[in-house]
């Protein structure tokens, strides 16, 4: 266990609030700054926990067993956060004297960034910012162009860079309307014409990180790929346990033990052991990632990265199949959207939807 009992009795006690709120409430808030989650990969010296990256992911499993929109959006506003460790040090010691600072923003490449004097200014519009309400930057990805012509690397391919940008700059559009992970209050966000320094443009590449930290030796894409994979795990733990909770009270029923018991609780270990199973075989690959991580050099193997990619995606495949599978013979109290089991089945197929593994 991460988490301790209060803690835990704390975040079941205020996850229906953030529901029907749609978004973190404050309470729920300052239960993550007091716990600074949203800086779990922070280095120290800019008062993050630098926690190593097998503790990180238990937080964040942990977290979304017990309540899956607060656990995604702490990996997803601790992932942005994690961009600390790429950003101009100077620059990163003043924003990380807030200790409220969230990062959060989109992956996808959403407008441009035209080059002006020393700094950019960016245009467009991004969709998905988690945590959208309480960021104090927003950050994303955008096209450079520089004197009315577009940059291009020598591949060919359009130049890109990562910006962060204040909140205080960016237009929000509350579009959030989701049947699952509510409290995420995932927005869409947009620029127009916005100046910013060069210094808030970075690039998330071992190479060009700002901090010694191993967590920065870790390449993006795999570090993406099993924070957001610990959250459908923790997510699908807690399914299965809330299944196996009620075949139980089920079976008080003599007519329903007679005609159901044994097939459907077989059917469920025989999942519950497959993903043990499964789940163990990713926190070990997870485990060797940190590994070489720390050891710098030589670098990291990409047979490894590539079996962290394919093994991710067939574990949320497995995961959403078995979903379905279980959830019609649940009864109508699944459901009901109170229940807690029709909260984690809401969540753990909201959460499907993001591309990176699917």
């Avoid at 071992?206 to 459908?232: D, G, R, W």
């Amino acid at each position: 266990m991460t988490l301790t009992n209060e803690q835990i009795i704390q975040i079941r006690e205020l996850q229906a609030a953030g529901i029907q709120h749609k978004a973190l409430t404050q309470a729920q808030l300052d239960m993550i700054y007091t716990n600074n989650w949203f800086n779990l990969w922070v280095p120290q010296d800019l008062h993050g926990l630098e926690t190593s990256f097998p503790q990180g992911l238990a937080v964040l499993e942990e977290l979304a067993y017990w309540d899956g929109g607060l656990g995604w959006t702490v990996t997803l506003c601790s992932g942005a956060n994690m961009f600390a460790g790429f950003i101009d040090p100077e620059l990163a010691k003043q924003v990380w004297t807030d200790p409220k600072v969230c990062l959060g923003g989109s992956g996808q490449v959403g407008g441009k960034a035209v080059r002006k004097g020393d700094g950019y200014e960016i245009s467009g519009m991004w969709s998905y910012a988690t945590g959208a309400p309480h960021l104090t930057h927003f950050t994303l990805n955008a096209e450079i162009y520089d004197a009315g012509q577009q940059v291009f690397q020598p591949d060919g391919e359009p130049l890109i860079r990562s910006f962060f940008v204040p909140r205080d700059q960016v237009l929000v559009h509350y579009d959030w309307d989701t049947f699952g992970l509510e409290c995420t209050a995932s927005h869409s966000f947009s620029l127009d014409q916005v100046w910013v320094p060069a210094s808030y443009a970075f690039q998330l590449d071992p190479s060009h990180k700002q901090s010694t930290s191993a967590l920065f030796q870790i390449p993006f894409m795999p570090f993406a790929e099993l924070t957001l994979l610990v959250n459908y795990i923790g997510m699908f733990r807690r399914f299965t346990d809330l299944v196996e909770k009620y075949y139980f009270e089920k079976s008080t029923d003599r007519k329903w033990a007679d005609l159901h018991s044994k097939s459907r609780f077989k059917e469920l270990d025989e999942i519950q052991v497959k993903h043990a199973a499964s789940r163990k075989d990713i926190l070990q690959l997870a485990e060797l990632l940190w590994t070489q991580a720390k050891a710098s050099e030589p670098a990291i193997d990409s047979s490894l990265l590539n079996e962290i990619a394919q093994k991710s995606r067939a574990i949320v495949s497995e995961i959403r199949n078995d979903t379905t599978a279980l959830f019609p013979f649940l009864g109508i109290r699944a459901a009901q959207r109170t229940s807690e089991l029709n909260i984690v089945f809401r969540n753990l197929f909201t959460a499907s939807q993001h591309s990176l593994l699917r």
